[in-house]
């Protein structure tokens, strides 16, 4: 039996886990700094880290509770090194080193999209007894990543395309942005989407043909256009004549609201524009996944990232992959440190181990 700690403070969320054997999971807990950032529109690094800093302690003690003696128990302690933002990463990484150093157990540095995809390793429910078989497509969508990566073996990667731009929970954040919806993004889009209609407006997908390769800006300028337009519109027919004029020149930004948002539209244009984006993300997503499974014989798809947790991207991938999928459960697929202790124990059992003087690596990529 092996038991890892895990800490992960690479964005906004101060985590800490126990898992045993890299799928069960002892603890998991998560502090969400979503309400210090909402006001701001997005993460603001310096309150991240500070907030980190705060959080890191009470964290840890809570996810080490379970045990009585966490020293003699715990077989290593695992942390995110990469990427992320440094002073958040920072964070994580010196309070693992002195949790190694005190217990004299060895230190596992984890890359933050390798854990996102060790997420489909844990065991949540009856059916994830069975550990994914390889080779498998991992469709890897966060807030900062969009990649689509062969991966043979535990630690063999293969990356076969990324966004060439924006990453999708980048889109979804911007798209709540445009909408006027606030932040986190992609829940909210999600919600709005719920109440509309997605065949009222049109969006364009970027089928990027001949590659694995993914591109959201067009999708989000579009949607940028749309919700413009129907600013104009519905200003006109509240003002008649007397159209304010940062809403009636036409092509100008209109003016952002002090919480640095735009002002909101009627519910059901709002509603139609965020389903109408959804589906256009989740389209492209689902098809160049379904296309690269079929290329590369897999024999099974696992989603990860804060996007898979998007109920109508994972309805519509189940629908449409041809090979069993696997996705997280929900709140396992946006940051967490379960997942970090997953993807470290087949370091561990590899015998791999990380030095002291580990640095952080903001841009570290997967392969
Ligand atoms: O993996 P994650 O928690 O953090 C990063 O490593 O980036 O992903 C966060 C991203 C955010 O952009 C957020 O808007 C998106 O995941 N997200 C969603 C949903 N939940 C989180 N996007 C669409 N639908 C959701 N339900
Ligand atoms: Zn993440």
Known sequence: MTLILALETSCDETAAALVRDGRHIVSNVVASQVDLHQRYGGIVPEIASREHVLKIVPV?????APLEDAGEEVDAVAVTYGPGLAGSLLVGLNVAKAMALAWSKPLLAIHHLEAHLYANWLITGEEGAVPPRFPCLCLVISGGHTSLVLMEDHGRYRQLGQTLDDAA??????AARILGLGFPGGPLVEQAARQGQPQRYRLPRAW???THDFSFSGVKTALYRLAQE????EASLHYGEKVPPEEARPGEVP???RA?????????????LAAAFQEAVVDVLVRKTVQAAGIYGVLEVLLAGGVAANGRLREEMALRVNVPLRVPRPDLCTDNAAMVAAAAYYHFARGERSSLDLDVYPNLPLV
Do not use: N, Y
């Not at 929970?169 to 911007?174: L, P, T, V």
């Not at 129907?230 to 519109?233: C, D, I, K, P």
């Open 260 to 272: 640095g948002e735009f002002p909101p539209l009627s519910g059901q244009v709002t509603a139609d």
């Open 255 to 257: 003016r952002l609201s």
């Open 208 to 210: 990027l043909h001949q």
């Open 230 to 233: 129907q600013r104009r519109a």
């Open 60 to 64: 840890l003690e809570e996810a080490l």
């Open 169 to 174: 929970g980048e889109a979804f954040d911007k």
